[in-house]
C-alpha cells in the first residue's frame, strides 16, 4: 500500500530559527514528490516539486532533498518568519492518484 | 485569472439531504479533482476527471457523485448527507501531467447533522 509519513506531527519554533520537516514515502513506482504549504483555512500551496534525479531545490527560504534510494524527502526552513506558521504537506506521486501526507503543523513564535 | 474558485464556503445540511459543492477553474485545466480534508488525515482523493466528458473515482468515492459536462466546471453532488460526510472539501485542477502543478481551491467546509 503507498504510504507517506512524515515528521514531526506539530513543531514550535521561535522566529529567525531554522527547521526541518521529514517525509518518508513507500509509493511506487515514483513519478515526483511535492512540498505544499497550507495556510489555516486556505487550499494548499506547491513550494517545490522534486523528480527522481534531483537531489536538491530550493524556492526562497525553502530548500527541499530528495533521496530516492532511502525514499527520504527533507524540507528546510531557513530563518523563519511568522508567515511560515502553516501546515506543510509532502505528496509523492506515482501515477494520476497522489498519495498525501498527514502534514506537519509549524507554528513560527516571535 | 481567478484561479479555482469554490461556492459555498460554508454550508450546514441534516443528515438524508443532497446538495452540489460547485467548483470552476479559468486555467483551461485539462485535470480536475476533488478532495477531502479531515483533521488527523491527509487529504483523500474522492473524484477526479482527465477531461471533459471523462469522471472516474478516487479513493473515497462512495456517497459522491461528479460529472464533467465542460472544461471549467465539476461540482461535487453528496445524494444523501451522512454524518461521515462532515469535512472540508477541496477542488483543485491542474495540467495533463503528473509534473504539473495543481491549484486547489479555497475549499467548503461542510456540516451534516
Known amino acids: 500500500k503507498n504510504q507517506v509519513e512524515q515528521s514531526p506531527q506539530s513543531l514550535i519554533i521561535l522566529e529567525g530559527k531554522n527547521c526541518t520537516l521529514q517525509?518518508?514515502?513507500?509509493?511506487?513506482?515514483?513519478?515526483?514528490l511535492r512540498w505544499y504549504k497550507q495556510d489555516t483555512g486556505r487550499g494548499p500551496v506547491s513550494l517545490t516539486i522534486?523528480?527522481?534525479?534531483?537531489n536538491t531545490k530550493s524556492n526562497g527560504r525553502y530548500t527541499a532533498t530528495l533521496d530516492a534510494d532511502t525514499k527520504q524527502s527533507s524540507l528546510h526552513i531557513t530563518a523563519s518568519q511568522l508567515s511560515d506558521s502553516a501546515s506543510y504537506i509532502c505528496?509523492?506521486?506515482?501515477?494520476?492518484?497522489?498519495?498525501f501526507g498527514r502534514g506537519t503543523s509549524l507554528i513560527v513564535h516571535p | 485569472n481567478a484561479g479555482v474558485t469554490q461556492t459555498p464556503k460554508f454550508q450546514v445540511l441534516k443528515t438524508g439531504q443532497s446538495m452540489t459543492l460547485q467548483c470552476a477553474q479559468d486555467?483551461?485545466?485539462?485535470?480536475m479533482s476533488w478532495y477531502r480534508q479531515d483533521p488527523g488525515m491527509g487529504l483523500r482523493l474522492i473524484h477526479y476527471?482527465?477531461?471533459?466528458?471523462?469522471?472516474d473515482q478516487g479513493e473515497v468515492p462512495n456517497g459522491y457523485n461528479v460529472s464533467r459536462s465542460t472544461t471549467e466546471d465539476f461540482p461535487l453532488r453528496l445524494l444523501s448527507a451522512a454524518p461521515s460526510q462532515t469535512s472540508v472539501y477541496f477542488c483543485?485542477?491542474?495540467?495533463?501531467?503528473?509534473?504539473?502543478?495543481?491549484?486547489f481551491g479555497p475549499g467548503t467546509r461542510l456540516l451534516v447533522l
Open positions: 483543485a485542477s491542474s495540467r495533463a501531467s503528473e509534473q504539473e502543478t495543481q491549484y
Open positions: 517525509c518518508n514515502y513507500t509509493v511506487s513506482p515514483f513519478s515526483n
Open positions: 522534486m523528480t527522481f534525479s534531483e
Open positions: 505528496v509523492v506521486r506515482g501515477s494520476y492518484i497522489p498519495t
Open positions: 486555467m483551461n485545466h485539462e485535470y
Open positions: 476527471s482527465v477531461g471533459a466528458g471523462i469522471t
